[in-house]
């Protein structure tokens, strides 16, 4: 099952049908939580049980949750600081990694409970049912879990996370059903960063690094945007790569080398002269300032590998 999905919204609704909510810089996340065990799924399916095992305590009520996984730094939720987990997949390594930079799985949404499918029910009644189980002690209490508040005024809402410096708000209909794998009007997102995921179809060697003794450093990323059309390019990416990130890159790029460029338009010949291509199929999150006439990224920053989404999944995103 595929969450229900936010539409990029021109202004902030206003009125009693509507309730709002903190955008969350995080990785999205169902929990289907049983008696015996926990299974967590990421936006596209892809089983994360083993990343997250703080969340794993969850067990013991039948219920379908879903919410967003966040790393915090210095009280702020940080993607930065997720992505060094969302890609672990031991058991052992996730453990460690648990104690160092724990996550919070912040629970905004009640999709089954005891058996009962809440899918049909406006958004009003599962929220009461959601807040019902922590008030009541029935198994939400948690240091690494929690529901956090919505709010009636959205436009107060707004301009206090573009203060605090926090991702934007998402606006919901009250009397909306949750609509599984679509994207929906009745649910509206209103980010303040100017992120997106791209896919990754190059990488360059950092300047002065040596392939022939081992020494080869990631120093830029080719990214696209994928379209019906095919990926198109949107430019080189080298600031944030620095640090453990690089060989972290390195790693996952080598293994899909290929011949020639993935891209479906004419990458500029001063970025493709020694570009090692690689097969589309890395996503990664780029916060920039928008695109440039030409439609590349400007002053781009690559944020981290989203290991939850594949190349598909964006070409709705981008419409």
Same mark, same amino acid.
């Given at each position: ?114 058996? &009962? ?65 679509? &994207? ?136």
């Amino acid at each position: 099952m595929r969450p229900m999905l936010a539409t990029r919204g021109t202004h902030v609704p206003t009125g009693p049908e509507w309730s709002h909510e903190v955008k969350w810089d995080g990785m999205r996340i169902l929990a289907d939580v049983r008696p015996d065990g926990v299974r967590l799924t990421s936006r596209n399916e892809n089983d994360v049980t083993v990343t997250f095992p703080e969340l794993h305590a969850l067990a013991g009520r039948d219920l379908l949750l879903d919410g967003e996984v966040v790393a915090f730094a210095d009280g702020v939720p940080s993607f930065g600081a997720l992505a060094e987990r969302i890609h672990v997949h031991s058991a052992r390594r996730a453990a460690v990694m648990a104690q160092a930079q724990p996550v919070t799985f912040l629970i905004f949404d009640l999709l089954r409970l005891d058996g &009962r499918d809440l899918t049909g029910e406006p958004l009003a009644k599962r929220r009461e049912l959601l807040t019902g189980l922590g008030l009541t002690g029935l198994g939400l209490a948690g240091d690494h879990w929690h529901v956090p508040d919505a709010y009636d005024d959205g436009d107060m809402l707004f301009e206090a996370t573009l203060q605090q410096g926090l991702e934007g708000i998402v606006s919901k209909r009250l009397s909306s059903r949750y609509h599984p794998g679509r &994207r929906s009007p009745d649910w509206l997102k209103f980010p303040h960063r100017r992120r997106s995921s791209y896919v990754v179809g190059g990488w360059r060697a950092e300047t002065g690094s040596d392939h022939r003794r081992g020494a080869q450093r990631l120093g830029a990323l080719l990214v696209g945007e994928p379209t019906p059309d095919g990926l198109l390019y949107r430019g080189r990416v080298g600031s944030g790569i620095a640090g453990a990130r690089g060989p972290q890159l390195l790693a996952l790029l080598e293994p899909l080398a290929r011949a020639s460029s993935p891209f479906a338009d004419e990458v500029p010949r001063v970025d493709a002269t020694g570009t090692h291509w690689v097969d589309p199929s890395v996503v990664v999150d780029v916060e920039a300032l928008g695109l440039s006439t030409q439609q590349r990224l400007r002053q781009p920053s690559y944020r981290g590998v989203r290991s939850d989404l594949d190349p598909a999944d964006l070409i709705e995103e981008h419409r």
